[in-house]
């Protein structure tokens, strides 16, 4: 599997939320399991907020993790990924009682810098269960932060404690919104 190169990163501004994408090693097994994602949902509520980073959206794969996040500068970036990334490790590690490595490669980040890039990378990582789904998926993927999102046409967002962290960014709390709220039933 080709690695993600180690150049500098493209460079983004406070205003622009991002699309990081996590993979991980191949002996690890599914991640969309019951257990697995419960794990990773409060592991994401205890580093979804560290003042400078925000972790405000994500979606669980078989084997990859999409999330928007939301940083000050690349510092704060690199130090709230650091975090996700380690709470993550240990998260899939106990759940699956296994030791190692949990994640190939580093994170590929991608900055969003227009309410257009905001609302289709919305509708990617929320929706993204769809496109890889075996079966006809109905309904908010369960394995993502669907149920706490407030942009859907036709439904309310779950009052449970969310997992995640409010957007601060006007792209990602309100600029989107130009072009649409997000429709479950589009793929």
């Given at each position: 599997?080709p ?14 939320p ?47 993790v999409?999330?928007l ?65 075996r079966?006809?998926l109905?309904g ?5 932060s ?29 600029g ?12």
């Amino acid at each position: 599997m080709p690695r993600i190169r180690h150049a500098p990163r493209e460079r983004f501004g406070r205003n622009h939320p991002s699309h990081v994408t996590l993979k991980v090693c191949g002996d690890v097994p599914s991640l969309r399991i019951q257990k697995c994602i419960k794990e990773l949902e409060r592991t994401f509520g205890d580093a979804s907020e560290r003042g400078d980073f925000r972790l405000c959206h994500y979606s669980v794969q078989s084997n990859h993790v999409h999330m928007l996040v939301e940083a000050k500068n690349a510092a704060a970036l690199g130090r709230g990924m650091k975090s996700v990334g380690a709470r993550f490790a240990r998260a899939v590690n106990r759940v699956f009682e296994r030791r190692g490595p949990v994640l190939i490669d580093r994170y590929h980040m991608r900055p969003l810098k227009t309410p257009r890039e905001v609302r289709n990378a919305l509708r990617y990582v929320l929706l993204n269960a769809q496109k890889h789904a075996r079966k006809v998926l109905t309904g908010v993927d369960p394995a993502s932060s669907a149920r706490w999102f407030d942009g859907w046409k036709n439904r309310q967002p779950s009052q449970d404690s969310r997992p995640v962290a409010t957007a601060h960014t006007w792209l990602l709390k309100k600029g989107w919104r130009r072009y649409g709220l997000l429709d479950l039933s589009s793929q």
